[in-house]
């Protein structure tokens, strides 16, 4: 499919055919393709639970409110903010980034490059992501007042900022997701209307994580499962040329 074939077939699907069924695979897949999104300093801080086992279905439903979506859906994927993974995620990239220099950058540039890189990953990403009941948060907002009188600077950085920053990158891995099983044939359906605290429990999910969005997977019957035309605003409401 064209990718603009895609985007319209692509519909929330809140009723799912109970007669065809989606290999575990190929969701893993489309997953697999959702870590392609570009994300905030490459930091990753996402995972996807994929709940395959029909065991789920009652007590996930149960806490997305009742939805059909949920309900008739064969599998789910929950796309969970791992900030809690900051450290880890930095040591990771900063590894990466010491090797991809040194078998791509000119052997003069080689330590220059690694030093900028070592205060990015081993120090700005770990004081950026932290959090300490919004207090380090403060701190950081009063640091880039200050820098900001001298220079531009990124302002979003207190706690509640950095936290949209982390749930702004997971939900364009739930897009690149939901385009690539929509490639497969295959129907979804993303989700915010559920009890988070319920499924944090029913999933143990650690402190630090957030939910970002349940989405459920299956196959379209017809046309039952879409309800209605496709609504949008007119293009020229949301549309400025300057
Ligand atoms: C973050 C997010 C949360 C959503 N939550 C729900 C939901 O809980 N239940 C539901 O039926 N649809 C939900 N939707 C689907 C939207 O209602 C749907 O995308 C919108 O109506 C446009 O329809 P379309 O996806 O078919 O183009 C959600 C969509 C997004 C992006």
Redesign the pocket.
Known sequence: MHLQNLLEH???V?LFSGKKSIPPNDIEDCLRQATLAPTSSNMQLWQFIHLVDPKWSADLTKA?LG?T?ASTAQQWVVFVTRQDLFRSRAKFLLNFEKGNIKRNSPKDRQVKRIAVREVYYGKLMPLLYARFFRLLGIVRKLVVFVMGLFRPVVREVSETQMRTVVHKSC?LAAQTFMLAMAEKGYDT??????DSKSVKKLLKLPRGTDIN?IISCGIRDGNKG?WGE??RVPFEEVYERR
Request: charge should be positive.
């Open positions: 692509r519909r929330s809140r997305c939805q979506a939900a359906c993303p989700m915010e209307g559920f969005m879409i496709r609504c």
